[in-house]
């Protein structure tokens, strides 16, 4: 119902005319009758006070503000919304850690530490065209993680995830209660690295594959060029260290290229044959097709919740990666940068799975960061980088992504597909 003061005025005038009406006849029966209307028309009076106030509380000439990524509707709303369709947008509560005061993030990535003075780039929030993402809760997050095993597998981008996602983390815990279990220093070559949380008996652990199949040797007969061999059919021996995990995060794609494969002397092997002219996009699909009929296999997905994080956009200035301009803020368009090969052919593999793999599909929205990239900002400002992220930056986005499916879910086990 639609209410108005004029309205209100209206009515509060007759109902004060009919009550001195009823008073007026009934004092000239005695004083007793007219000290009961005084009453009647004192709370009469109160009643109408108390309508104006409600009103004026049910419908104020002012809304008060709601910070943009508070949800009113969640539930309802969240299951049609594709978080990775959206904008980023400006906000000032960024970043969410200082990358200086956390222990386990690589100087390489630490923009700020190494000279850069904009700090525009650490201001930007992910929202998605049809909803919000929630506000990144850090204690809600630890809880729901407690005894826990976390397991990231990949390239340096997976490694890159794996300190924010500690950095975070580590904002609600004593820092002296986090440690690497085998007290390594991150290097960009070792391939294991382990991080507790003692307090939430949580690991956080790293293994480096960046292929995630096998490297083998040379079979016998294969040309002078061959110098190593990609067995697609085979993943990689360390998968075994996967299996016993609560959350599996993979990724892969960066090493699939000519300069990383071809012109080092690495070919493609399936059983004991060397595909000297297998185009890579083949080799890759064929290498997640292992992958995934290993996850089927191998891995219990009523415990373990599998996710597979696409391709991430780089902004090299030149074919060759030997330039690149980092902006001083996001691009306003994608110029082609949201599609990838390889994000294709992730996205078609785990269609066709049998167990339920959450894919994280970054690649739309890291091809407007142009301004979040190392750049010349590294541990060697000599060499250019447009393919790895300053932290804090955007891979603390791809985490809170992952947050919100950890708090969706009843249990760690139960994350939808």
Same mark, same amino acid.
């Given at each position: 119902?639609?209410?108005?003061?004029?309205?209100?005025?209206?009515?509060?005038?007759?109902?004060?005319?009919?009550?001195?009406?009823?008073?007026?006849?009934?004092?000239?029966?005695?004083?007793?009758?007219?000290?009961?209307?005084?009453?009647?028309?004192?709370?009469?009076?109160?009643?109408?006070?108390?309508?104006?106030?409600?009103?004026?509380?049910?419908?104020?000439?002012?809304?008060?503000?709601?910070?943009?990524?508070?949800?009113?509707?969640?539930?309802?709303?969240?299951?049609?919304?594709?978080?990775?369709?959206?904008?980023?947008?400006?906000?000032?509560?960024?970043?969410?850690?200082?990358?200086?005061?956390?222990?386990?993030? +690589?100087?390489?990535?630490?923009?700020?530490?190494?000279?850069?003075?904009?700090?525009?780039?650490?201001?930007?929030?992910?929202?998605?065209?049809?909803?919000?993402?929630?506000?990144?809760?850090?204690?809600?997050?630890?809880?729901?993680?407690?005894?826990?095993?976390?397991?990231?597998?990949?390239?340096?981008?997976?490694?890159?995830?794996? +300190?924010?996602?500690?950095?975070?983390?580590?904002?609600?815990?004593?820092?002296?209660?986090?440690?690497?279990?085998?007290?390594?220093?991150?290097?960009?070559?070792?391939?294991?690295?382990?991080?507790?949380?003692?307090?939430?008996?949580?690991?956080?652990?790293?293994?480096?594959?960046?292929?995630?199949?096998?490297?083998?040797?040379?079979?016998?007969?294969?040309?002078?060029?061959?110098?190593?061999?990609?067995?697609?059919?085979?993943?990689?021996?360390?998968?075994?260290?996967?299996?016993?995990?609560?959350?599996?995060?993979?990724?892969?794609?960066?090493?699939?290229?000519?300069?990383?494969?071809?012109?080092?002397?690495?070919?493609?092997?399936?059983?004991?044959?060397?595909?000297?002219?297998?185009?890579?996009?083949?080799?890759?699909?064929?290498?997640?097709?292992?992958?995934?009929?290993?996850?089927?296999?191998?891995?219990?997905?009523?415990?373990?919740?599998?996710?597979?994080?696409?391709?991430?956009?780089?902004?090299?200035?030149?074919?060759?990666?030997?330039?690149?301009?980092?902006?001083?803020?996001?691009?306003?368009?994608?110029?082609?940068?949201?599609?990838?090969?390889?994000?294709?052919?992730?996205?078609?593999?785990?269609?066709?799975?049998?167990?339920?793999?959450?894919?994280?599909?970054?690649?739309?929205?890291?091809?407007?960061?142009?301004?979040?990239?190392?750049?010349?900002?590294?541990?060697?400002?000599?060499?250019?980088?447009?393919?790895?992220?300053?932290?804090?930056?955007?891979?603390?986005?791809?985490? +809170?992504?992952?947050?919100?499916?950890?708090?969706?879910?009843?249990?760690?086990?139960?994350?939808?597909?």
């Amino acid at each position: 119902m639609v209410f108005s003061f004029g309205k209100l005025r209206l009515f509060y005038t007759r109902v004060l005319s009919f009550g001195h009406g009823i008073v007026k006849d009934r004092c000239k029966i005695c004083l007793f009758h007219s000290l009961n209307g005084v009453v009647a028309i004192g709370s009469l009076t109160s009643f109408l006070l108390a309508m104006t106030y409600a009103y004026l509380y049910l419908f104020p000439s002012s809304r008060p503000v709601i910070r943009s990524y508070e949800i009113s509707n969640l539930g309802s709303s969240i299951d049609k919304c594709n978080v990775f369709e959206g904008r980023w947008v400006p906000d000032e509560s960024y970043p969410l850690y200082n990358a200086s005061q956390c222990p386990f993030a +690589e100087r390489g990535f630490n923009c700020l530490a190494n000279g850069r003075r904009d700090i525009g780039y650490t201001k930007w929030r992910w929202k998605p065209k049809d909803c919000d993402i929630p506000r990144f809760n850090v204690r809600a997050i630890l809880e729901k993680l407690r005894g826990k095993r976390v397991v990231f597998v990949g390239d340096s981008l997976s490694r890159t995830q794996w +300190e924010s996602l500690i950095c975070v983390l580590m904002t609600g815990v004593d820092k002296k209660s986090v440690y690497e279990v085998n007290g390594n220093k991150i290097t960009k070559q070792i391939r294991f690295l382990g991080l507790r949380f003692s307090s939430y008996n949580l690991r956080i652990d790293f293994y480096r594959s960046i292929f995630l199949v096998q490297p083998g040797p040379v079979p016998g007969r294969a040309p002078k060029r061959v110098k190593t061999t990609l067995r697609l059919d085979v993943l990689d021996d360390i998968s075994k260290e996967w299996i016993d995990s609560d959350v599996l995060i993979f990724n892969s794609g960066h090493w699939w290229t000519p300069s990383k494969l071809f012109e080092l002397g690495w070919y493609f092997q399936v059983d004991k044959s060397v595909k000297l002219g297998m185009p890579i996009n083949t080799a890759f699909r064929k290498a997640l097709d292992t992958w995934a009929s290993w996850v089927e296999t191998k891995i219990n997905t009523n415990r373990t919740s599998v996710f597979f994080r696409t391709f991430e956009s780089s902004h090299w200035s030149s074919r060759k990666h030997k330039s690149c301009k980092v902006t001083r803020r996001p691009w306003s368009n994608t110029r082609g940068r949201d599609r990838s090969p390889f994000s294709d052919i992730i996205m078609k593999v785990v269609r066709k799975m049998t167990v339920p793999v959450t894919v994280l599909h970054v690649t739309p929205m890291g091809a407007f960061r142009s301004d979040g990239h190392v750049g010349s900002w590294s541990d060697n400002p000599s060499v250019q980088d447009c393919s790895h992220w300053c932290l804090p930056g955007v891979p603390d986005m791809w985490n +809170e992504i992952f947050f919100f499916y950890l708090m969706r879910m009843n249990s760690v086990s139960s994350i939808e597909q």
